[in-house]
Nanobody
Framework: QVQLVESGGGLVQPGGSLRLSCAAS????????MRWYRQVPGKQRELVASIGSVGNTNYADSVKGRFTISRANAKNTVYLQMNSLKSEDTAIYYC???????????????WGQGTQVTVSS
Protein backbone atom coordinates (compact mmCIF):
# COMPACT_ATOMS: atom_id res chain seq x y z
CA GLN A 1 0.00 0.00 0.00
CA VAL A 2 1.21 3.49 -0.88
CA GLN A 3 0.35 6.74 0.89
CA LEU A 4 1.07 10.36 0.06
CA VAL A 5 0.73 12.73 3.00
CA GLU A 6 0.86 16.51 2.61
CA SER A 7 1.74 18.99 5.34
CA GLY A 8 2.58 22.65 5.74
CA GLY A 9 -0.67 24.33 4.78
CA GLY A 10 -2.27 27.07 6.84
CA LEU A 11 -3.29 30.70 7.02
CA VAL A 12 -0.85 33.36 5.80
CA GLN A 13 -1.09 37.06 5.00
CA PRO A 14 -0.72 38.34 1.45
CA GLY A 15 2.96 38.61 0.59
CA GLY A 16 3.87 35.86 3.00
CA SER A 17 5.40 32.43 2.44
CA LEU A 18 4.57 28.80 3.09
CA ARG A 19 6.40 25.56 2.40
CA LEU A 20 4.35 22.48 1.59
CA SER A 21 5.73 18.97 1.94
CA CYS A 22 4.46 15.67 0.58
CA ALA A 23 5.97 12.40 1.75
CA ALA A 24 5.33 9.13 -0.01
CA SER A 25 5.50 5.95 2.04
CA UNK A 26 4.68 2.27 1.77
CA UNK A 27 5.58 -0.36 -0.79
CA UNK A 28 7.48 1.92 -3.18
CA UNK A 29 9.87 0.65 -5.82
CA UNK A 30 10.47 3.86 -7.75
CA UNK A 31 9.00 7.37 -8.01
CA UNK A 32 8.94 9.22 -11.30
CA UNK A 33 7.25 12.60 -11.80
CA MET A 34 5.83 14.41 -8.77
CA ARG A 35 3.36 17.27 -8.98
CA TRP A 36 1.40 19.81 -6.98
CA TYR A 37 -2.17 20.64 -7.97
CA ARG A 38 -4.64 23.02 -6.38
CA GLN A 39 -8.38 23.26 -6.39
CA VAL A 40 -10.91 25.90 -5.40
CA PRO A 41 -14.49 24.80 -4.72
CA GLY A 42 -16.52 24.84 -7.92
CA LYS A 43 -13.46 24.92 -10.17
CA GLN A 44 -11.31 22.29 -11.90
CA ARG A 45 -8.16 21.04 -10.28
CA GLU A 46 -5.21 23.03 -11.64
CA LEU A 47 -1.63 21.85 -12.15
CA VAL A 48 0.66 24.20 -10.24
CA ALA A 49 4.10 22.65 -10.68
CA SER A 50 5.79 19.41 -11.62
CA ILE A 51 9.24 17.90 -11.22
CA GLY A 52 10.70 14.92 -13.02
CA SER A 53 12.90 12.21 -11.60
CA VAL A 54 16.00 14.06 -12.79
CA GLY A 55 14.88 17.41 -11.42
CA ASN A 56 13.37 19.03 -14.51
CA THR A 57 10.60 21.43 -13.50
CA ASN A 58 7.55 23.13 -14.98
CA TYR A 59 5.25 25.77 -13.52
CA ALA A 60 1.86 27.28 -14.21
CA ASP A 61 2.21 30.82 -15.52
CA SER A 62 0.33 32.14 -12.50
CA VAL A 63 3.04 30.96 -10.06
CA LYS A 64 6.25 31.38 -12.09
CA GLY A 65 8.84 33.36 -10.18
CA ARG A 66 6.97 32.92 -6.88
CA PHE A 67 6.78 29.14 -6.30
CA THR A 68 9.60 26.59 -6.36
CA ILE A 69 9.15 22.84 -6.53
CA SER A 70 11.91 20.52 -5.34
CA ARG A 71 12.32 16.92 -4.23
CA ALA A 72 14.42 14.81 -1.91
CA ASN A 73 14.58 11.41 -3.53
CA ALA A 74 16.16 9.74 -0.51
CA LYS A 75 13.13 10.80 1.53
CA ASN A 76 10.51 10.16 -1.20
CA THR A 77 9.41 13.73 -0.58
CA VAL A 78 8.41 16.67 -2.78
CA TYR A 79 8.26 20.27 -1.60
CA LEU A 80 6.55 23.44 -2.78
CA GLN A 81 8.05 26.69 -1.56
CA MET A 82 5.46 29.43 -2.03
CA ASN A 83 6.58 33.05 -1.76
CA SER A 84 4.80 36.37 -2.37
CA LEU A 85 1.48 34.67 -1.79
CA LYS A 86 -1.69 36.27 -3.12
CA SER A 87 -5.33 35.83 -2.17
CA GLU A 88 -5.89 34.00 -5.44
CA ASP A 89 -3.48 31.29 -4.28
CA THR A 90 -6.06 30.23 -1.71
CA ALA A 91 -7.00 26.62 -2.45
CA ILE A 92 -6.62 23.04 -1.35
CA TYR A 93 -3.22 21.84 -2.54
CA TYR A 94 -2.83 18.21 -3.58
CA CYS A 95 0.29 16.17 -4.12
CA UNK A 96 0.41 13.68 -7.02
CA UNK A 97 3.09 11.16 -7.91
CA UNK A 98 3.69 8.61 -10.66
CA UNK A 99 5.28 5.67 -8.98
CA UNK A 100 5.87 1.96 -9.21
CA UNK A 101 4.82 -0.06 -6.19
CA UNK A 102 6.52 -3.29 -5.22
CA UNK A 103 3.04 -4.81 -4.91
CA UNK A 104 1.51 -3.81 -8.26
CA UNK A 105 2.94 -4.20 -11.76
CA UNK A 106 3.29 -0.98 -13.71
CA UNK A 107 3.36 2.74 -12.95
CA UNK A 108 0.28 4.33 -11.38
CA UNK A 109 -0.70 7.78 -10.23
CA UNK A 110 -1.28 8.38 -6.53
CA TRP A 111 -2.83 11.34 -4.71
CA GLY A 112 -2.53 12.83 -1.28
CA GLN A 113 -5.50 13.95 0.79
CA GLY A 114 -4.83 17.67 0.30
CA THR A 115 -3.82 20.54 2.53
CA GLN A 116 -5.61 23.88 2.82
CA VAL A 117 -3.76 27.08 2.01
CA THR A 118 -5.55 30.32 2.85
CA VAL A 119 -4.06 33.70 1.97
CA SER A 120 -5.91 36.46 3.76
CA SER A 121 -5.33 39.53 5.88
Amino acid sequence: QVQLVESGGGLVQPGGSLRLSCAASGSIFSIYAMRWYRQVPGKQRELVASIGSVGNTNYADSVKGRFTISRANAKNTVYLQMNSLKSEDTAIYYCNADLQSTAIVGVRGYWGQGTQVTVSS
